[in-house]
């Protein structure tokens, strides 16, 4: 035991050290030596030759000394060491680029375009355009309201400010991103780890609902704002199958247990209309409000065949003896445990 | 000996990943909470203590490809009565603690390939926003073809039984699995076809096929479209279909259609899943409209047909940030179903001074028949927080109203909140 806990101390300061050493740090960027501007009488392609079929970016590394050799003669001392530029280190980059297919798209193939200041000796080695160059041709304005980075961005989880502003992920967010998670989980990934999401979608196991832990964000279209308990009978009601997207019949039985609405409570009140177990004995039918509504029932009857329909419905029962199948019922396999339930 | 070694050492390998990571997010909240819940007619006090922490840490590159690691848990303590609904967990100790998500991601072969595995929620396709404990591996193929492939476990609250009667999540089940085979062309078209399965101790609960679309054709006009079919029933359980338009610089327009058949997201061992087959069908628009840049309009409106009888659903929203720390907003909601209905009012406003920031919430019901002996409701939060250094931040909220289960009740919520990410260099 005590080895396992030298062990283990012996880890986390690991951990904790290797923790701090993940502070910001300066972003370092080796100055260029190369003079663009005296080398105006060429095509940028004369030297960046590999640029024209380069599909992604690095993978057109820069000119050598070779290249210079084509025009300067090195034989001094003094030349060898000006046409030996240190060179860039290799990196992983952010952002997917296909040079050629874009070369193909500008005019004449005028580097120019996009690359309009190139680094002047000393300066930093830094020849990317701004996202403004970018946004100047693709205006993708529904990617951008949606915050669809991917096909450009390979992730933006470094940004400490994420632009949310800018990407203001428009209208009624909260409902409508789902439908584009479907095929863009990657695109959400980009900016949000899962422990984002989490904070909303891991109905089985949080807490505390968001909009109870951020009241600050009134303007967010939170799901169960302003007194939800209130209307959830009415929401239901409008589309069941959205609650079930993330709440199973338990969820709702567990709060109907504890306030006396469900046959699970110890003291369960009837909540139904009088007459409600026989047509025509009251306002309302059981077995209408069920065909309508079904998940509305699963709300407190779903226990499998300890469920109070199997009562009464159940083949032989002394009660009722009525196909309740709907007519579109396939299930045929009646040595299902569901099916055994009514079908001894 | 062994036993009590490998959580420990697992548990300090955890927490010194960030050391190997570029970007490192981590959050931790302190929530106190305390309001006076109805229990069976009973009012009872409870004082809830949360913590929750999260930790990501992202961007580790290794010679076999770039890892990450993300974990998001919390505990809590009840300081009065024991709380008796814990969103449906089991609630018998004073003590609770659950762990929403942990896993470790890596994007291996060039990012060909991207392996998850651990407590993660799985969103492609048919899936529903699967909370699964396993695994999921994503493959790019050239030519923007893909395939995901996802098994395991459906989450159980606070480590209970899975895929009994008494599972709260949206999937009652012991195993789940399922895929989508993808292919997309960067800002024209992106396409899914998807399968998502479930069993319960060898017993059927989900077998659904699914399709996704969205096209794009130009950039101020978007179709999209989903849904999915349920292989034992052979219906239909879900289409959508949206139609999207920049109509002007300050217009977008949205017209969709939905068909709902609500009994198939039942699970198929439900004995309520042999009662009904009800069909849905919502169909209406919206669109948002910014005149100005300080000011949003957003609308829309849908007609709920349904079996029983038509409903309505119609929302206007206005948002107004005339300056850069201010937000004042209305939002008028009405919904109608044959069974009841009601009319939303709300307004909003939020101010940012220097440290300090507040917030007010406050909205009234009017429902079209009485819920519990009562027509309307009326109800408003009120916040303040404060910044008390770059990474952390302190806020009291209070929320005091009148329902129709409640003649007048209070709720006060304290937080205190930090987070911090860290960079190791920007390229």
């Given at each position: 035991m005590k080895r396992a806990t030298l062990l283990s101390s012996l880890l986390l300061l690991a951990g904790a050290c290797g923790f701090k050493a993940t502070q910001t740090q300066a972003v370092e960027r080796v100055p260029t030596t190369f003079p663009h501007e005296i080398h105006g009488g060429f095509d940028c392609a004369d030297c960046h030759t590999g640029i024209i079929k380069s599909m992604q970016l690095g993978d057109s590394k820069l000119p050598g000394v070779a290249k210079c050799e084509e025009c300067h003669d090195r034989t001094s001392k003094e030349d060898k060491a000006k046409f030996n530029p240190p060179r860039r280190k290799a990196r992983e980059y952010e952002l997917r680029f296909d040079h050629a297919a874009h070369l193909k798209r500008v005019a004449k193939g005028d580097c120019t375009a996009c690359h309009k200041d190139l680094p002047a000796?000393?300066?930093?080695?830094n020849t990317a355009p701004s996202m403004a160059t970018c946004t100047a041709c693709h205006t993708h304005k529904t990617d951008f309201a949606e915050a669809r980075c991917s096909p450009c961005h390979?992730?933006?989880?470094?940004?400490?400010?994420?632009?949310i502003s800018a990407f203001s992920h428009e209208g009624n967010w909260v409902k409508e991103h789902g439908k584009l998670a479907k095929g863009s989980a990657e695109s959400c990934a980009t900016c949000h780890e899962q422990t984002y999401c989490a904070q909303c979608h891991a109905t089985a196991t949080r807490p505390i609902r968001p909009e109870i832990l951020f009241p600050e964000k009134v303007e967010v279209d939170f799901i169960?704002?302003?007194?939800?308990v209130s209307r959830h009978k009415v929401e239901v009601a409008a589309d069941p199958a959205s609650c079930r997207k993330c709440h199973g019949s338990h969820f709702c039985d567990s709060c109907h247990k504890e306030q006396g609405l469900s046959p699970r409570s110890l003291s369960p009140r009837d909540p139904h209309p009088a007459g409600?177990?026989?047509?025509?004995?009251?306002?309302?039918?059981h077995g209408d409000a069920a065909r309508a509504n079904i998940l509305s029932c699963a709300g407190c009857h779903d226990q499998g065949a300890a469920s109070i329909c199997v009562m009464c419905h159940r083949v032989g029962s002394a009660v009722t003896n009525l196909n309740i199948h709907p007519p579109s019922f396939k299930q045929t396999d009646k040595t299902k445990p569901m099916c055994r339930a009514c079908h001894p | 000996m062994r036993r009590r070694l490998l959580p420990a050492a697992a548990a300090a390998w955890l927490l010194a990943l960030p050391a190997a990571a570029d970007v490192v997010t981590a959050t931790s909240t302190t929530v106190v909470t305390a309001g006076q819940p109805n229990r069976d007619g009973e009012l009872t006090t409870a004082v809830p203590v949360y913590e929750l922490v999260s930790l990501s840490a992202s961007e580790m590159k290794t010679s076999w490809g770039e890892f990450e690691a993300a974990l998001s848990a919390w505990g809590a303590v009840d300081a009065s009565a024991i709380r008796f609904w814990q969103n449906g967990a089991p609630a018998g100790s004073r003590a609770s603690g659950d762990v929403d998500v942990a896993y470790l991601r890596g994007d291996l072969l060039a990012r060909r390939l991207t392996v998850r595995l651990g407590r993660q929620v799985v969103v492609e396709g048919a899936a529903r926003m699967l909370h699964l404990d396993g695994g999921q591996a994503v493959v790019r193929l050239p030519a923007g073809f893909g395939f995901s492939a996802y098994g395991g476990a459906p989450v159980a609250p606070r480590f209970d039984a899975r895929g009994t009667a008494f599972t709260t999540g949206n999937t009652v089940a012991t195993v789940a699995y399922g895929g989508r085979v993808s292919w997309a062309r960067a800002g024209l078209v992106e396409l899914g076809v998807s399968a998502s399965m479930a069993t319960a101790d060898g017993d059927l609960t989900r077998r659904d096929v699914g399709a996704d679309l969205r096209i794009t054709p130009h950039h101020l006009f978007e179709i999209s479209s989903a849904g999915f079919y349920n292989l034992p029933e052979k219906r239909l359980g879900q289409v959508e279909l949206a139609l999207g338009v920049e109509a002007h610089r300050t217009v977008r327009l949205v017209v969709d259609y939905q068909h709902v058949e609500p009994d198939l997201f039942l699970p198929r061992n439900s004995i309520l899943s042999v009662f009904a087959a009800d069909k849905r069908n919502d169909i209406g628009g919206g669109l948002r409209w910014t005149p100005t840049r300080a000011l949003a309009i957003d609308a829309d409106y849908h007609l709920l047909r349904a079996d029983e009888g038509d409903g309505n659903r119609a929302r206007v929203k206005g948002t107004y940030r005339p300056y850069g720390r201010w937000v004042v907003g209305a939002d008028l909601q009405l919904l109608q179903v044959p069974d009841n209905g009601y009319w939303l009012a709300r307004v909003f406003a939020s101010r940012e001074l220097g440290r300090f920031a507040g917030s007010l919430d406050g909205w009234f019901y009017r429902y079209d028949k009485q819920v519990n002996g009562q027509d309307q409701s009326a109800g408003g939060t009120l916040t303040g927080s404060y910044q008390?250094?770059?990474?952390w931040k302190v806020a009291l909220a209070g929320t005091a109203g009148s329902d129709p289960f409640y003649k007048s009740r209070l709720d006060v919520m304290a937080k205190l909140v930090w987070n911090q990410l860290y960079t190791r260099e920007v390229r």
């Open positions: 000796p000393g300066q930093p080695w390979v992730s933006l989880k470094r940004y400490p400010l994420k632009p169960h704002r302003a007194d939800f409600w177990s026989s047509r025509g004995s009251g306002t309302a039918f | 008390l250094a770059p990474s």
